[in-house]
């Protein structure tokens, strides 16, 4: 059975947690749990930046078409990694989870670097996957449930989008690491995968004095716990300056349980939150095949049609980078404001047109490889915002005791579906050698942001604002 007793308590602690002003204990948990996504940002950059310098070692010797299963190697431990740790999240509590999925990262991606073979390579790069894929749910669900409702559209995008300040680090780590005049290639791609491996050990310990979730701690039975981990927050707030007036919540009442069942999950999904989940679905299969796709194989581009040499091609991810992390930081403060569904659905689709509109010029050989750069930048300006908002739309429009299992079942769905297939797909057009091909491919991409954005604006839910419980009623929940 689900529930760890019979008996019905109240509680004002969602109320509480949503009443509390920005603080310096908000700043420090975004920053050491939002780092997910810089090392993801940092393992991908790696993974095209590098894609060169694997091709070309003695070792190695990887094709166009081995760099592109690498990269999916990558995302399929993400689907699977997402999924399990996704479901023990939502029973064994968010701090566990956080701490287990980086180490398994800091293993993986440490043991990268010392790859002897292409199998070797594409399995630590799975295993990789599968930490940063299990790190996503635990991490979206506890910053999620400890951020103000009024502050949280914009702290998840920019926590999103911090994927690119990952990226930037990665990309300078390879300009330097790939100069052979600096280390020898063979070690320097090696020595760049242990840029992660460093910065996970450090942010290692940053998250030792995080708390557990108080509401995950509610909903199973630890409500003694629950206040001390809130009272805790609320005296760091006061001790900071902030001033917390003492006035009643609104509280709510609630059947405390120990796990959920697989079958009220799946009816939740299918059944209850339908029309929600299709909106997911949507969103999260078209950004995952549209950056990952381009992304993946972002260096191949540079090499195969503008002849950029691959100790050369941070050079043109830095400023791709930034425009990708400016996007969320300046649009992220109008989904609070104008919407949901109005932001969701614009940035989904200008990033549609865009690709379209510069894919062509790029079929027609129009774009330099400095105009491409900019278009790129104009792209994903726009797109970053918007995949930022597929993370923030699958974690804040279902239950509480399922909000870990959603986030991986449709980040495993979407990249499953978006996000392997795309590299692989795109890096057998570029071993074609024609623009043609590889427009058709980009139409693929810029189709699906497109019809996502439609759906995204006639049905979204309006969270804006709205406490998490009012947005999804939690299952432990009753009158």
Not at 331 to 339: E, I, N, P, S, W
Request: proline letters at 4%.
């Amino acid at each position: 059975m689900p529930q760890s007793n019979d008996v019905i308590v109240e509680t004002d602690i969602p109320a509480r947690l949503d009443s509390l002003p920005w603080g310096r204990f908000h700043t420090l948990v975004v920053v050491a749990l939002g780092v997910t996504w810089i090392l993801d940002g940092l393992e991908v950059t790696l993974a095209g930046t590098v894609s060169g310098a694997l091709k070309a070692s003695p070792v190695l010797q990887l094709t166009n078409i081995e760099v592109g299963l690498a990269g999916s190697a990558y995302l399929a431990g993400a689907v699977l990694g997402a999924i399990f740790f996704g479901w023990l999240t939502d029973r064994l509590g968010r701090k566990k989870l956080f701490f287990i999925t980086l180490t398994v990262y800091l293993c993986a991606t440490a043991a990268t670097a010392f790859s002897w073979s292409f199998a070797s390579f594409a399995v630590f790069r799975f295993l990789t996957g599968a930490g940063i894929g299990g790190e996503y749910t635990a991490i979206n669900s506890t910053i999620q449930e400890l951020v103000p409702a009024r502050y949280r559209g914009w702290t998840d995008l920019v926590v999103n989008g911090s994927f690119w300040v990952g990226a930037a680090l990665g990309a300078f780590g390879a300009i330097v690491l790939l100069d052979a005049a600096v280390i020898d290639p063979e070690y320097g791609w090696r020595a760049a995968f242990l840029i992660g491996a460093t910065l996970a050990l450090v942010i290692f310990f940053m998250r030792l004095w995080i708390p557990e979730s108080p509401r995950w701690l509610m909903t199973h039975g630890r409500l003694r716990e629950a206040e001390t981990v809130v009272a805790g927050i609320e005296a760091r707030l006061r001790s900071d300056g902030h001033v917390l007036v003492d006035k009643p919540h609104p509280r709510v009442r609630l059947r405390p349980r120990r796990s959920t069942p697989l079958r009220e999950v799946a009816e939740a999904l299918v059944r209850r939150y339908r029309q929600r989940a299709a909106v997911g679905l949507s969103l999260m299969v078209a950004q995952a095949f549209f950056y990952n796709a381009i992304f993946f194989t972002y260096a191949l581009v540079l090499g195969t049609f503008y002849g950029v040499a691959p100790e050369h091609v941070g050079w043109y991810i830095l400023p791709f980078a930034l425009g990708n992390f400016l996007g969320p930081v300046l649009l992220g403060r109008l989904f609070d404001t104008l919407g949901r569904r109005v932001m969701i659905g614009f940035t989904y689709i200008v990033s549609g047109l865009l690709l379209a509109g510069s894919g062509y010029l790029f079929a027609l050989g129009l774009l330099t490889v400095q105009t491409q750069t900019f278009a790129w930048m104009a792209i994903f300006f726009f797109a970053s915002a918007a995949a930022s908002s597929a993370y923030l739309t699958v974690s804040e429009t279902f239950p509480l005791e399922i909000r870990a299992l959603a986030i991986a079942v449709f980040y495993a769905i979407g990249t499953g579906v978006g996000g392997v297939i795309g590299p692989w797909l795109f890096g057998f057009l570029i071993d074609t050698g024609s623009r043609q091909s590889l427009f058709a491919g980009y139409l693929v991409g810029a189709l699906l942001m497109i019809a996502a954005g439609i759906i995204a604006l006639r049905f979204a839910v309006a969270a804006e604002r709205r406490p998490l419980e009012e947005v999804a009623t939690p299952l432990a929940f009753t009158e």
